[in-house]
């Protein structure tokens, strides 16, 4: 099948390349547009109590939400001259009505709540017109300027939920560029090194430019019908280059080895296909399972990650197995062109067939005992502080220290009593609409009032048969005792003839950490059950589809423990740049799992691949692990850095959860592509044997029968079975 698809890619080479520049033109002109049509936020859990309680009361009785927070400031000035309150409610008077359906100020409510401690400040809050958050962002994006703006004598920042997203958005654009100048030089050099010219260095290159602009036509044909996150930009970025670098990496080395064998171009092309081709495709299809299974959860964020991520990896295996060949039946032996003589002569990963990766895999398999016993308690230590994690949400944190969104937030929890607290919110729908609900409803408020923690309780609205109570806690949404708060809210009986629904942040979290509890044993079955039959189907075995399971679970453990370690405990917060919140935001471990998984995977496949090929070869499982390792180990440890370089980019990200998921997926892979594949793999496989190709019987038959295997030659090693033997005794 794969040797067949190389002869066409030779045969239809032109044609190919033709049909691979129309698309960029048109990706280029259409699909570059997905960046104006992406949605904000999407870290809630829709169809959740809390999600209820805010729609029932919008719907019936109308929205007061905080959209915007407008702080002002007087260095000389309290807030109780009336320049200060002439100024501040002229400037609010100015913003246009249609946009902004309602203002609150301190001399609206008299409430001291708005006014800071020292008297020289107080806020604004903004309800802006809009039916979806999309809409007041855009909104906002509108009055932006106008509302920035500050009357004479008078500071001003601009936060909210409007403002944090609207830096959020501006940040994360900028991040993307930033992290693509860091990473694309240093890949390029490292593509160099590697290859030993210019000419293959830039192919990995071409085909991530591919990946990455084909992502973005089918994310653009997506927001069409559903909403996408603007995050998804993020992980196409990641996972297009770094898995379309890793392909190209493959199939090019590959490729240059066949024709220094001495093959014509079609011949080598047709073997490259039909062994690293087929290796491309396993990979490919099991690493957009993993990330597929994202869409298990109804939180838009992690949809949008598995839209982006699967649309990325299928993108580049694509590119990888259709244009990447056709150019190289192009160039044919002028892959080998613009060479750099002094790196030219090392011949690329994995060219010496006896190296140093064939001596490390015998020295790992003269000893497997001890390297399984030392590496696997060390990675599951690592991974001892994820037993102390705990989740939270996306906050005003998120954004770097500075920014002015953030700056608002800090400065009314610390400078103004009162302000700085969370609200539960509680719909309350009567079967029947009384008369006389204030009256039914006052032992219900006088409960909610007893309630630990809560520090005020309001009926802010009663229309439609439904009212609309606010709670007031002087504890953060952020805060476990929060949390209490809202299990004490829901817990308390309601009036007879109604139903009750509490949302607010602190409720939309928790539905969401619930819902994630309910949907991540599924996406880890999912993943494991088809990751294992893929395998199998690749090598025909079930031990090493089990193993390679568990061989993950370790590395994951010990990433996973290292996030705590540093993004909830705070080590190398000073390096990293940013502050510490005491809690991994929810959905970046169930996003890293399904990545990472993925990720080890290419790695596992790619190995194994090599080794099966020299199993088939040989019925040698000692040789065949050490020839594998050999033609592989160059290969998956450049495949690793550069991977490393593209992701660890995102590390400088000034949004922390978009740093939590470069750094995680750098550690990560680090892991895997090191102590993993280079030291547990052949330790395990060497304790295992013959055992190590294992199937029963009907399904060893079915394999034999209907595999898929690679074809590639005999590539002349020299070494002898006895010699590999003698080589693991010594």
Do not use: C
């Amino acid at each position: 099948m794969f040797e067949r698809l190389g002869t066409f890619n030779y045969r239809h080479r032109r044609l190919i390349l033709a049909l691979t520049g129309l698309f960029v033109v048109a990706a280029i002109a259409w699909g570059t547009g997905v960046f104006g049509s992406l949605a904000n936020g999407g870290f809630e859990a829709p169809g959740t109590e809390a999600a209820r309680a805010v729609r029932t009361v919008e719907q019936n009785i109308g929205r007061s939400g905080t959209d915007v927070v407008v702080l002002y400031r007087s260095p000389t000035q309290t807030v109780s001259d009336r320049t200060f309150r002439s100024a501040v409610e002229q400037d609010l008077a100015a913003l246009p009505k249609e946009d902004v359906i309602g203002t609150t100020t301190f001399w609206t409510t008299k409430s001291p709540a708005f006014v800071s401690k020292d008297q020289h400040s107080t806020y604004a809050v903004l309800t802006l017109a809009g039916s979806d958050p999309d809409q007041r962002l855009d909104t906002f994006r509108k009055i932006a300027d106008q509302v920035r703006q500050a009357p004479a004598g008078i500071d001003v920042l601009v936060g909210g939920e409007d403002g944090i997203n609207d830096e959020i958005n501006t940040q994360t654009e900028h991040d993307i560029v930033h992290a693509e100048t860091i990473s694309l030089p240093i890949v390029l050099v490292l593509l160099v090194i590697v290859f030993g010219g210019l000419v293959a260095a830039s192919l990995p290159l071409f085909v991530g430019g591919l990946a990455i602009l084909g992502a973005f036509v089918v994310l653009r044909a997506l927001t069409t019908f559903t909403d996408v996150s603007v995050f998804s930009i993020n992980i196409v970025t990641m996972i297009g280059l770094g898995l379309a670098i890793d392909y190209a990496l493959f199939i090019v080395t590959r490729f240059r080895e066949q024709l220094a064998l001495g093959n014509d171009v079609e011949t080598a092309l047709t073997i490259t296909m039909g062994t690293a081709g087929r290796t491309v495709a396993f990979s490919g299809i099991t690493v957009g399972v993993a990330i597929s299974s994202l869409v298990l959860f109804p939180v838009m964020f992690l949809r949008s990650m598995a839209y982006g991520g699967a649309a990325a990896v299928l993108v580049a295996m694509v590119a990888a197995l259709t244009a990447l060949p056709a150019l190289l039946a192009v160039l044919g032996d002028r892959v080998n062109k613009l060479t750099v003589p002094w790196l030219s002569k090392r011949g690329g990963p994995g060219a010496t067939e006896h190296g140093p990766w064939y001596r490390l895999a015998h020295s790992v398999m003269r000893r497997p005992v001890r390297y399984v016993v030392v590496l696997v308690p060390l990675l599951l230590a690592l991974g001892i502080p994820f037993l102390q994690v705990q989740l939270g949400g996306v906050d005003h944190r998120a954004l770097p220290a500075g920014a002015d969104s953030r700056t608002v937030t800090e400065t009314l929890q610390n400078d103004f009593a009162g302000a700085g607290g969370s609200d539960v919110l509680v719909a309350v729908r009567f079967a029947t609409p009384p008369a006389n609900a204030q009256q039914i409803l006052a032992p219900y408020l006088q409960q909610l009032g007893q309630v630990r923690d809560v520090q005020d309780v309001r009926l802010t609205g009663y229309k439609n048969g439904v009212a609309s109570v606010e709670i007031h806690t002087h504890y953060t949404s952020q805060e476990l005792p929060a949390r209490d708060v809202v299990k004490s809210v829901r817990a308390v009986q309601p009036p007879a003839g109604t139903t009750v629904e509490a949302g607010g942040d602190t409720a939309a979290l928790m539905d969401l950490l619930h819902v994630l509890r309910e949907r991540v044993p599924w996406m880890a079955g999912f993943i494991m059950l088809v990751t294992f039959l893929l395998l199998f189907v690749a090598f025909g075995s079930f031990v090493l589809p089990a193993k390679a399971l568990l061989m993950n679970v370790l590395s994951l453990s010990a990433s996973f423990g290292a996030m705590v370690f540093i993004f909830q405990d705070g080590h190398l917060s000073g390096l990293l740049g940013f502050t510490p919140s005491g809690f991994l935001e929810a959905t970046n471990p169930v996003l890293l799992f399904a990545v990472l998984f993925g990720l080890s995977m290419d790695y596992e496949v790619f190995l194994l691949s090599r080794i099966r090929e020299e199993y088939d070869r040989t019925g040698d499982n000692t040789r065949s692990v050490a020839l594998g390792l050999q033609r592989t180990g160059g290969i998956i440890t450049s495949a690793a850095l550069l991977l490393i370089i593209v992701v660890g980019a995102f590390a400088t990200s000034g949004i922390v959860f978009v740093k939590m998921i470069g750094v995680g997926l750098a550690i990560a892979i680090l892991i895997d592509a090191t102590v993993v594949r280079a030291l547990l793999v052949p330790a395990t496989m060497r304790l295992l044997g013959r055992a190590n190709w294992w199937a029963p019987g009907p399904f060893a038959r079915w394999w034999k029968k209907h595999g898929f295997r690679e074809t590639g030659p005999d590539q002349g090693w020299s070494l002898s079975s006895s010699q590999d033997e003698e080589l693991v005794r010594r």
